[in-house]
């Protein structure tokens, strides 16, 4: 496993393209200010002894310098020792409503990205348990399976968007089904399925499946994004200006509100709690403390627990180049050390006379 200590210098690797840039418009600039006094073809005739194929490969020969030296700042290390790390902790699955309604901006920005804001902040205080992700409209689909690697769960929630699922609608018994099925740890006694949606399914179905999956020791908690007023459903074209909002058949404007009810009879019947979501994004937080007092289940996972330093592999073959970029002329016929003997060469007959 490699791992860099500093990650932050990484970002100076994006400077990487401006120099190259830089230095071909120098080169291109001086090729223009040459061309002002002579024409191309007495050009190479004046200037015979330049080597633009030289330029070039030491620009080459800097850049791979450059590159080598900001990977060895980030400081890489390598993983040299692994131990199996015990950790305690429960399987949560955050099912998220990925639908056009959740685009409506009655929470600011809108449901979605309020929604996405808590969950990230949720999974940021996850320790030892595992966390899993379905992402739901019309249908759904397990965005991410139970893990413990919160970093790339929090990466999957950051793509979150309604085109995510491209069959529109809030099939909430879909999505407890897809959770109910991603507990894969029969072991595992403390079972937690978080709902995040507007609640705008009609279908008795989603009771039933939350009730099928409280049998199977899965706790289900509700939390409603959105208003019982409702808010218009905002669309946008393709370069992301606005749009207008969606209509209906008879081109009236669709107006789409939470609903509390249907969203607490499936948190009675899984045995859990509905929050209703607000500004301040604390509902998550509140169903952690209620859940923390669960049974437990010990995980061992292996992982490496000693690296050791590598940066030298990079920065000693970075100064070996800087070197060479020196030592390489601008001029045809060999290194710059040969244009530096040539010159001690022509100085000698001047040294004899004043001697």
Not at 84 to 97: F, H, P, S, T, Y
Not at 319 to 345: D, H, N, T, Y
Request: hydrophobic share 45%.
């Amino acid at each position: 496993m490699i791992r860099f200590e500093y990650p932050l210098f990484l970002w100076l690797l994006l400077l990487t393209p401006l120099w190259v840039a830089g230095l071909l418009w120098a080169l291109a600039r001086r090729r223009r200010a040459a061309s002002k006094f002579v024409s191309e073809k007495l050009l190479a005739q004046v200037a015979y002894s330049m080597s633009e194929a030289r330029l070039r490969l030491k620009m080459i020969v800097w850049v791979a310098a450059w590159t080598l030296l900001i990977l060895g700042a980030a400081g890489p290390q390598v993983g040299t020792k692994l131990e199996e790390v015990k950790r305690e902790g429960i399987d949560v699955v955050l099912a998220i409503d990925v639908s056009s309604s959740m685009m409506c901006e009655d929470l600011s920005p809108s449901r979605l990205e309020n929604a996405k804001h808590e969950m990230q902040k949720f999974v940021g205080g996850l320790k030892g348990d595992r966390v899993g992700m379905v992402a739901f409209a019309g249908t759904a689909i397990v965005q991410c399976p139970l893990t413990s690697d919160y970093g790339a769960a929090k990466l999957l929630i950051r793509i979150l968007q309604p085109d995510l699922v491209p069959e529109q609608g809030t099939a909430l018994a879909d999505a407890i089904e897809a959770a109910r099925t991603s507990f894969n740890n029969p072991d595992v006694k403390s079972r937690v399925l978080v709902i995040i949606t507007d609640g705008e399914d009609h279908e008795e179905a989603a009771v039933e499946a939350a009730a099928k999956a409280a049998q199977d020791g899965v706790r289900i908690y509700t939390i409603g994004m959105g208003t019982p007023q409702g808010a218009p459903i905002p669309l946008k074209d393709k370069r992301g200006a606005d749009a207008g909002f969606k209509r209906d058949k008879a081109g009236a404007i669709i107006v789409t509100r939470l609903n509390d009810l249907l969203l607490q009879r499936i948190a009675d019947a899984g045995n859990g709690k509905y929050l209703r979501g607000t500004q301040s994004g604390q509902e998550l937080d509140a169903i952690w403390n209620d859940i923390s007092t669960m049974e437990k289940k010990e995980f061992g996972k292996k992982q490496f627990t000693s690296f050791e330093n590598r940066f030298q592999y990079l920065v000693l073959p970075a100064l070996l180049l800087l070197l060479l970029e020196f030592f390489i002329s601008e001029r045809k016929g060999g290194l710059r050390v040969a244009v530096w003997r040539a010159r001690l060469k022509s100085f000698r007959p001047l040294m004899r006379k004043a001697a």
